[in-house]
């Protein structure tokens, strides 16, 4: 797993899935830029950190000018920002949908919207896109969720066809992980965790390294040639 002299772009990398990714990128040789939204993490060896708000879209092209500017390409994009905010569709309120319809779907939008050309003109790049087993499968309590992640999907296929259609060398797929011991999963309740874990095959929730090492595997060489496919990392679980 060699990533020597690529550049990799990991939005959503102060904690959990994005954190462990942008450090295994740096541990096998990427330069990699992380970015933070509502607070800086500790300090990181060999990880640069740059705010960016994946809503906003001058935020998203000032991120992207900087890099450009500084590294002249972009190798690897890796769309992991998001949040939830769930309830029951009779409770949901408008605000709880479009908020996460903003960040989890427009925000990956946002990003490969800049990133895509960029690696079109460079005829090499690879775009993972982080989607969910809610996004496949649905969840009672997370319809706002499961929209944005299945737009995830949908969006990846689509840049997929579009990215490479005059023969470029650009791949974009997408992860789809299971319950990962995240801190989205702080406030559930253990009882409920357990209860998920037993819906796996494997008996377990997934650690972050673990979605993070799927994530490295499509952004490499290795993958070479994959493009449009969906990785469920889930330990055999159906919701």
Same mark, same amino acid.
């Given at each position: 797993m060699d990533f020597c002299g690529k550049i990799a772009l990991v939005t959503g990398a102060s904690r959990g899935i994005g954190k462990e990714t942008a450090i295994l990128l740096e541990k096998y040789g990427a330069t990699v830029i992380g970015t933070y939204y509502k607070e800086l993490p500790g300090e990181i060896t060999g990880i640069v950190y740059q705010y960016l708000n994946v809503v906003d879209q001058k935020s998203c092209e000032t991120i992207i000018t900087t890099i450009i500017e500084k590294y002249k390409k972009i190798d690897i994009l890796v769309n992991n920002a998001g949040i939830t905010a769930d309830a029951?569709? +009779? *409770?949901?309120? #408008?605000? #709880?949908?479009d908020q996460v319809i903003? %960040?989890?779907? +427009?925000?990956?939008?946002?990003m490969t919207k800049l990133v895509g050309p960029i690696m079109m003109q460079q005829k090499t790049g690879s775009i993972v896109n982080v989607s969910s087993i809610v996004g496949e499968y649905?969840?009672?309590?997370? %319809?706002? *969720?499961?929209a944005s992640k299945a737009g995830i999907i949908g969006m990846s296929k689509s840049w997929a066809k579009e990215f490479s259609r005059k023969g470029e060398n650009v791949r974009v797929n997408v992860v789809a992980p299971g319950y990962t011991m995240t801190d989205m999963l702080k406030t559930v309740p253990s009882d409920l965790l357990e209860e998920f874990a037993c819906q796996t095959m494997l +008996?377990?929730?997934?650690?972050?390294?673990?979605?993070?090492?799927?994530?490295?595997?499509?952004?490499?060489?290795?993958a070479s040639y994959i493009t449009g496919t969906v990785l469920d990392v889930n330990g055999g679980m159906r919701l």
């Amino acid at each position: 797993m060699d990533f020597c002299g690529k550049i990799a772009l990991v939005t959503g990398a102060s904690r959990g899935i994005g954190k462990e990714t942008a450090i295994l990128l740096e541990k096998y040789g990427a330069t990699v830029i992380g970015t933070y939204y509502k607070e800086l993490p500790g300090e990181i060896t060999g990880i640069v950190y740059q705010y960016l708000n994946v809503v906003d879209q001058k935020s998203c092209e000032t991120i992207i000018t900087t890099i450009i500017e500084k590294y002249k390409k972009i190798d690897i994009l890796v769309n992991n920002a998001g949040i939830t905010a769930d309830a029951m569709t +009779k *409770y949901m309120t #408008e605000e #709880e949908f479009d908020q996460v319809i903003e %960040v989890n779907l +427009k925000g990956t939008w946002n990003m490969t919207k800049l990133v895509g050309p960029i690696m079109m003109q460079q005829k090499t790049g690879s775009i993972v896109n982080v989607s969910s087993i809610v996004g496949e499968y649905g969840n009672i309590g997370q %319809v706002n *969720y499961a929209a944005s992640k299945a737009g995830i999907i949908g969006m990846s296929k689509s840049w997929a066809k579009e990215f490479s259609r005059k023969g470029e060398n650009v791949r974009v797929n997408v992860v789809a992980p299971g319950y990962t011991m995240t801190d989205m999963l702080k406030t559930v309740p253990s009882d409920l965790l357990e209860e998920f874990a037993c819906q796996t095959m494997l +008996k377990r929730l997934a650690e972050p390294q673990e979605i993070a090492n799927a994530i490295l595997f499509l952004a490499s060489d290795f993958a070479s040639y994959i493009t449009g496919t969906v990785l469920d990392v889930n330990g055999g679980m159906r919701l």
